[in-house]
């Protein structure tokens, strides 16, 4: 069972919330990072030990992150709560990884959305997702607007106006994966992208390009081709 302490340090030294405050998170070691998102330790140990246990344990951030739910369970202070704010934690990390998101990338042609697009997908099902822009190209963000089956995902052309409006987008490149590895357009393909493309335009929106990745390769509604990957 999970037991909580207050934030206590030991004597001399400086809470992690504070220090950041003052000193950026940069400052902060690997354990205050982390205590400031567990915030209580256990009955016998701060918050700051508690974590400092946790990365020995697991040899560090890596370790810690790939452990399972029941491996951080049995350390005594974790609990289930705090188990599953580390699993989120882990998670989160993977993500942008695999995005690779800066936010100084531009693009500006196909195999740049590709290349930034293809990590997106977890090939589990077909998913739709749109590529965030501002008017130079840079990128303002991806997000998921659709998740399938094995063999189709829905595309809703109004919802996809939508997120990009909310986002203050004035470009748009829409993607989605074929888990047959093929990534030539299905008639369905070539209406939808029509379709958006009208409603954006309507809202002085542009929509760049529509990608469909395959597997090594990927088709381009902007230069109406197959490419493969460079």
Not at 34 to 62: M, P, Q, Y
Not at 166 to 193: C, F, M, W
Not at 205 to 216: F, N, P, Q, S
Request: with cysteine.
């Amino acid at each position: 069972m999970e037991t909580r302490s207050s934030f206590k340090l030991r004597p001399g030294s400086e809470k992690p919330r504070e220090k950041l405050k003052l000193y950026g998170a940069s400052s902060l070691s690997e354990a205050e990072l982390l205590a400031i998102i567990l915030r209580t330790g256990s009955h016998n140990k701060s918050v700051l030990e508690l974590c400092e246990k946790l990365l020995d344990t697991f040899g560090g951030l890596k370790g810690l992150f790939e452990a399972s739910l029941k491996e951080l369970e049995e350390i005594n202070g974790v609990g289930f709560a705090k188990a599953c704010q580390i699993k989120a934690i882990g998670e989160i990390v993977k993500r942008i990884h695999r995005l690779g998101f800066s936010p100084n990338l531009r693009v500006s042609n196909p195999f740049e959305a590709y290349s930034f697009l293809k990590g997106v997908f977890s090939w589990e099902r077909e998913e739709v997702f749109v590529l965030l822009l501002n008017a130079k190209g840079m990128v303002l963000g991806v997000r998921k607007v659709s998740q399938g089956t094995l063999t189709e995902s829905p595309i809703y052309p109004r919802e996809i106006v939508s997120v990009v409006v909310r986002a203050n987008a004035s470009k748009v490149i829409l993607a989605h994966n074929h888990l047959s590895g093929d990534p030539a357009p299905s008639q369905e393909d070539l209406y939808i992208t029509d379709k958006l493309k009208k409603l954006l335009g309507e809202l002085d929106i542009k929509l760049d390009d529509h990608i469909i990745v395959g597997r090594g390769r990927f088709y381009s509604f902007a230069t109406r081709a197959v490419l493969e990957e460079g």
